[in-house]
């Protein structure tokens, strides 16, 4: 997501802060701005600037220069509320400009309390939902609170998943203050000698200081030229441990990980969290960003679901879950081979545009196709502002966060649960049978679940690491699966081989016998996954015919005490969920083990050769 800095200390604030987001770019790359104290007093010096900090930021700085200042906060962008601009970009400051907050996360209700702040008289000049927070602190300052108590008082009223850090122009140094929250979304007090640092990455820190203080849950920070003091969701004054860190500046940005990849793998849990919230409660999905397809909804007579690579997999996975719940005909199509193929596209036919990137050249060829012929277009992308999200009617975001490694993890398991969401939406607008709403019902109770299960499964990676260590020297694997399985063995082996530069097929488990088969001989590598009731007898002969010419099974299932268990070689087993959300958990069992393995073969695993993170060129 986005990252944050501040600074309080003897130093020249700008070059700090300038210094940690350059270190943060990589967490969010749209816009970028820095909010000054001056040391007189009055208002903060706001420089903020659309783009990459060299071409937006820097180029503002000499614009319009600040002075030397000691206190200031950073922000490095990365959209979820309004597109990438200028007046968007953090800091946002209050209606007399003299505290700035920068923001990372999601304001749940930010739309009522702006509502409420306008109509006593705040305001308002950007579209994020930040911009509530200053408003909110403002009008406790105004009542008489100090900054920390009015940051206090403004956080109580905020809904959602965030850290802040708000910076306020005091009357000469000893007025300077900054304060730090984390709801959620991580923040750390760097401690310096006689100078303090709030980041939102220990990367930002790294140059200045190796002693950090990792603020806990409902934490707050205040941090002046004389020190600094932690205090908990209650306001009571409580004492944190001071960690000392010892990565080097690149690891810092990864994480302490080697891999983004893994990173990314391990951010899972909180993507989640961050994709479902606010969008699911009492049964019901909340997506008001669908307000022009559920409008037309009752008019639709099919619906295509389009994508690329790992995107066209969530699409697959998608498909049944869309037909059964809007009670029409869905298909799951290949960009590439959409544009071309003539397909019979009209006012009735949604057509639904899965895309990280939003950029994707195939994808976008599509959208064009869909907008001439007047079908209603929808789009499920992880980047607000890209070409996808202002060419649909409507876009619903899924909010993973800045994904670096070329290989998608995170952005693929939020779009699964984006389109299961949607899905269970426009199902319940049209209407649908009461099995179908029990499916729906089954997916809203299991899917907050999902991320405490994903904990569990990246804690215990033994058996993968053992499967991994058992495919490394291989150059051939196959995966194996029926329905959502094929859908989770079509990835899993994009996966691999994009990373391992293993060969992987999938094959849909009942098409072995009619030709795959014949490549199967002694151990060579086969990873069947099992995770539906109705196909699990059916997937246990499929695990036979296997067994019978010899080849290795490695059983990815959420039975690990069935029968089929019993005669793999190996088995890697998953939670148990709603079956519809199962792909999820496995898609999380199948990169752990293409990442193990590219690891053990010695590859390049965030940038495997010969592809591009985003494909803008057909
Ligand atoms: O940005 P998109 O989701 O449209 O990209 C489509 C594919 O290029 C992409 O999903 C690719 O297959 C993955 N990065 C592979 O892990």
Request: proline share 5%.
């Amino acid at each position: 997501m986005c990252g944050i800095v501040g600074y309080i200390g003897p130093r020249c604030a700008t070059d700090v802060i300038m210094d940690g987001l350059r270190r943060l770019e990589y967490r969010g790359y749209d816009s970028a701005g820095l909010a000054l104290v001056p040391r007189a007093g009055g208002q903060v010096h706001v420089i903020k600037r659309q783009g990459e900090i060299e071409t937006g930021l820097q180029r503002g700085l000499q614009e319009d220069p600040p002075r030397f200042s000691g206190a200031g906060i950073g922000h490095t962008r990365w959209a979820t509320h309004g597109p990438p601009s200028d007046d968007n970009a953090h800091p946002h400051t209050d209606c007399t400009g003299s505290l700035a907050v920068v923001h990372n996360g999601i304001i749940e209700n930010y739309f009522e309390l702006g509502q409420a702040l306008r109509e006593e008289g705040h305001k308002f000049r950007s579209e994020v939902d930040t911009e509530v927070i200053p408003h909110l602190v403002e009008t406790h300052r105004d009542a008489g609170a100090d900054l920390l108590e009015a940051t206090m008082e403004a956080v109580r009223n905020l809904r959602g998943a965030y850290a802040l850090a708000v910076v306020e122009s005091g009357k000469g140094d000893d007025g300077e203050a900054l304060v730090g929250v984390r709801r959620e979304s991580p923040l750390i007090v760097g401690v310096g000698e006689d100078e303090y640092f709030l980041a939102s990455d220990i990367a930002a820190v790294l140059p200045y200081t190796r002693n950090v203080v990792i603020l806990e849950n409902g934490d707050f920070a205040l941090l002046t030229r004389n020190g600094y003091a932690i205090f908990d969701e209650s306001g009571q004054e409580v004492e944190r441990p001071v960690e000392v860190v010892d990565w080097d500046a690149e690891d810092a940005e990864r994480g302490g990980h080697p891999h983004f990849m893994i990173k990314e793998i391990l951010e899972q849990p909180a993507a989640w969290v961050a994709a479902l919230q606010g969008r699911i409660g009492d049964d019901t999905v909340y997506l008001p960003e669908l307000e022009y397809t559920t409008g037309i909804v009752d008019r639709l007579s099919q619906v295509y679901l389009v994508g690329c690579g790992t995107s066209y997999h969530a699409a697959l996975a998608a498909r049944p879950q869309f037909e059964r719940m809007l009670g029409i005909p869905a298909r799951a199509e290949i960009a590439s081979e959409f544009r071309y193929a003539d397909p019979a596209l009209g006012t009735d036919s949604l057509v639904v545009f899965v895309s990280q990137s939003g950029e994707t050249a195939d994808t976008l060829a599509c959208l064009d196709l869909a907008k001439q012929a007047d079908a209603p277009t929808l789009g499920i992308t992880n980047v607000v502002g890209s070409s996808l999200s202002r060419g649909v009617d409507d876009v619903v975001f899924t909010r993973a966060g800045p994904e670096i490694s070329v290989a998608s993890t995170k952005t693929y398991t939020t779009q699964l649960l984006i389109l299961d969401l949607i899905a269970g939406h426009l199902g319940t607008t049209r209407g649908m049978r009461e099995e179908n709403a029990q499916r729906m019902r089954a997916v809203l109770a299991h899917a907050p679940d999902l991320p405490g299960e994903a904990e569990r499964l990246l804690d215990d990676q033994e058996a993968v690491l053992g499967v991994a260590g058992y495919l490394a020297p291989w150059e051939d694997a196959f995966f194996i699966g029926r329905g959502l399985d094929f859908a989770a063995a079509m990835e899993g082996q994009l996966k691999l081989k994009e990373i391992s530069y293993i060969h992987a097929e999938a094959c849909a488990a009942g098409e072995l016998k009619h030709g795959t088969l014949a490549l199967i001989e002694q151990d060579i590598p086969v990873i069947a996954i099992s995770t539906q009731d109705h196909l699990r007898e059916k997937m246990a002969s499929n695990v036979e015919e296997v067994r019978a010419r010899g080849g290795w099974i490695c059983l990815v299932t959420d039975r690990p005490e069935d029968r089929t268990a019993a005669i793999a070689d190996a088995v890697i087993p998953i939670p148990r969920t709603a079956e519809v959300l199962s792909p999820v958990l496995v898609a999380l069992a199948l990169q752990l083990l293409a990442y193990h393995t590219a690891v053990m073969r010695g590859c390049p695993v965030d940038k495997p050769r010969n592809l591009a993170k985003s494909v803008t060129v057909e």
